[in-house]
């Protein structure tokens, strides 16, 4: 089932999560809107799969 995944792949997944957040608000405020985005790109989970599951 795919509910039911092995802890390497969980922490993977985990991992990718925590990098796809969106910048906090006081970067933006503090660099003048030059920094908007993440250095890592923004992935949504349904339409982007991850390279190594």
């Known amino acids: 089932m795919a509910r039911n995944k092995d802890l390497p792949s969980k922490l993977r997944r985990a991992k990718s999560m925590k990098q796809s957040r969106s910048v906090p608000n ?6 003048g809107g030059k920094v908007k985005s993440s250095p890592n790109s923004r992935r949504e989970w349904r339409n982007s799969r991850l390279k190594r599951d």
Do not use: G, L, M
């Open 26 to 31: 006081w970067v933006v405020r503090r660099t």
